[in-house]
C-alpha cells in the first residue's frame, strides 16, 4: 500500500512519536506475554540505529481516569531489559514535565508516556488533546495496527500536527492485506467461519466481489443452511440474518461454498456425545460444533490450486479438543499451501497457533477488528492519516 514507512524518511537527530500496542497482559504489575512488545522491537530499534530519540506511547486496558494498576510503567522497565539500556518513564501522558523530558531526550534515548487512555480526550479524539501529544516530538510512527480502525488522539489526531509514517508492524501488515484485498495472485480464496454470521457481513459481502471462491464454516454456516430449510437442531443460528443469509447466497451463487457435512453434539460440551452427520441431518436437541471430514476434503482441493488465501474464524469450537479437528485440519491444509496464506482474527490467530502452524503461514495479522474492517474494504483512519509515497 502507498504509505511511507520509517525507511522513506530521514530520522537523524529527529525527536520520533511513536503509537506502539503495549496493550499486555498484566498479572500484579508483571507482563505474563510479552509478544506485543517483542513485535515492536524492530521498529524500535530502527528508530533509535537511526540516531533519533524515541518516544513511545500506547494504551493498556480500559482505565476510567488515572489508574495506577494500569500504569506503562512495567512496559518501560521491561523494554529497558529487553534493549539493555535505560527507557525512562513519564509521570503522565501530557503536561509540562512530560514536555521537558521529552525535550531533554539525546539521539539514542527512550521515554516512555503513561497510558494514554487515562485521559478521556484520548478516545474522543480531542484536537487540543491530540496537539499536546504532537508536541513532544516531530514526526510520528505508527506502529499499532490493532488501533488502526479507531481515530483516537495518539492514532489519528496527532497526524494533524505533524507528519506520520508506518512503522514495520503495520507496513506488513499493510504489504499482506493491502495486498490480498488490493491485486491478488490468483485464484483467491477466502474462508470465513466463527460464530455468527452477523459479524461478518460486511466482509463476505466484500469479499464476494474480490475472491474467487468463499469458504464457509463454524457457526455461520448454521444461518446459512436454517435459510436453506435445513432443520439445525439446538445449533447457533440467527433467526434475524436469515434474509440476509439468503440474499448472500442468491448473490454469491457458485462462488460460495458451504460445509457438506458437520460434527454435531448432543451438548456445548467437550464431554458431549458427538458424531459425524451430512448438514441435513440434525437431530433436535444435537447442535453442529464443527465441519466435518468430506468438508475438509472437499475444501482442502479448493485450496490446493490457490495462490492467496485469506482466513478469518475458527471452522468450529476449537476451544474444545473434539471439536477443534476441522479448524486444525484446514491450518495443516494452508501450513503445506504453495500460496500467500494470511491469518486474520484474533481467535484464528489463536487457532493456527494452538493448531501449531503459525509460523508455516506467510501472516498473522496482529489485529482483530481491524483486519476485519480491512477485509471489510474499510479505510482504517490510523492508516489513512500517513503519509502517501
Ligand atoms: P475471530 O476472532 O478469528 O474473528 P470469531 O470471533 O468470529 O473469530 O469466532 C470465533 C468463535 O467462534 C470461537 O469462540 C468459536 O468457538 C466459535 N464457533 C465456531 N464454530 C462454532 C459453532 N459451530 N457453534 C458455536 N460457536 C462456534
Ligand atoms: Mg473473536
Redesign the pocket.
Known amino acids: 500500500m502507498n504509505k511511507k514507512t520509517v525507511r522513506d524518511i530521514d530520522l537523524r537527530g529527529k525527536r520520533v512519536l511513536m503509537r506502539a500496542d503495549f496493550n499486555v497482559p498484566l498479572k500484579e504489575g508483571v507482563i505474563t506475554d510479552d509478544t506485543r512488545i517483542q513485535a515492536a522491537l524492530p521498529t524500535i530499534k530502527y528508530i533509535l540505529e537511526q540516531g533519533a530519540s524515541l518516544i513511545l506511547m500506547s494504551h493498556l486496558g480500559r482505565p476510567k481516569g488515572k489508574t495506577p494498576e494500569l500504569s506503562l510503567k512495567p512496559v518501560a522497565d521491561y523494554l529497558g531489559k529487553l534493549l539493555g539500556q535505560e527507557v525512562k518513564m513519564a509521570p503522565d501522558v501530557v503536561g509540562d514535565e512530560v514536555k521537558a523530558m521529552a525535550d531533554a531526550l539525546a539521539p539514542g534515548e527512550v521515554l516512555v508516556l503513561e497510558n494514554t487512555r487515562f485521559y478521556g480526550e484520548e478516545s474522543k479524539n480531542v484536537p487540543e488533546f491530540a496537539e499536546k501529544l504532537a508536541s513532544l516530538g516531530n514526526v510520528f510512527v505508527n506502529d499499532a495496527f490493532g488501533t488502526a480502525h479507531r481515530a483516537h488522539a495518539s492514532t489519528e489526531g496527532v497526524t494533524h500536527y505533524m507528519p506520520g509514517v508506518a512503522g514495520f508492524l503495520i507496513g506488513k501488515e499493510l504489504d499482506f492485506l493491502g495486498k490480498a484485498t488490493g491485486d491478488p495472485d490468483r485464484p483467491f480464496v477466502v474462508i470465513l467461519?466463527?460464530?455468527?454470521v452477523s459479524?461478518?457481513i460486511a466482509v463476505i459481502e466484500n469479499m464476494l466481489g474480490k475472491a474467487d471462491k468463499l469458504l464457509i464454516g463454524?457457526?455461520m454456516a448454521?444461518t446459512f443452511f436454517k435459510a436453506q430449510g435445513l432443520e439445525m437442531g439446538d445449533?447457533?443460528v440467527e433467526a434475524d440474518a436469515l434474509e440476509m443469509a439468503k440474499s448472500l447466497m442468491a448473490k454469491g451463487g457458485d462462488k460460495l461454498v458451504l460445509p457438506v457435512d458437520a460434527v454435531a453434539a448432543d451438548a456445548f460440551d467437550n464431554a458431549a456425545n458427538y458424531k459425524v452427520v451430512t448438514v441435513d441431518a440434525v437431530e433436535p436437541g444435537w447442535?453442529?460444533?464443527?465441519i466435518g471430514p468430506k468438508t475438509v476434503s472437499l475444501y482442502k482441493d479448493i485450496l490446493k490450486t490457490a495462490k492467496t488465501v485469506v482466513w478469518?474464524?475458527?471452522?468450529?469450537?476449537?476451544?474444545m479438543e473434539n471439536f477443534a479437528k476441522g479448524t486444525f485440519a484446514i491450518a495443516e491444509v494452508l501450513a503445506e499451501l504453495d500460496a500467500v496464506t494470511i491469518i486474520?482474527?484474533?481467535?484464528?490467530?489463536s487457532a493456527v497457533a494452538k493448531a501449531g502452524v503459525a509460523d508455516k503461514v506467510s501472516h498473522v495479522s496482529t489485529g482483530?477488528g481491524a483486519s476485519?474492517e480491512f477485509l471489510e474494504g474499510k479505510v482504517l483512519p490510523g492508516i489513512a492519516a500517513l503519509e502517501d509515497k
Open positions: 467461519g466463527g460464530a455468527k459479524d461478518k463454524g457457526g448454521n445449533s447457533l447442535r453442529i460444533l464443527d478469518n474464524g475458527p471452522m468450529g469450537v476449537f476451544e486474520g482474527g484474533g481467535d484464528s490467530a482483530g476485519l
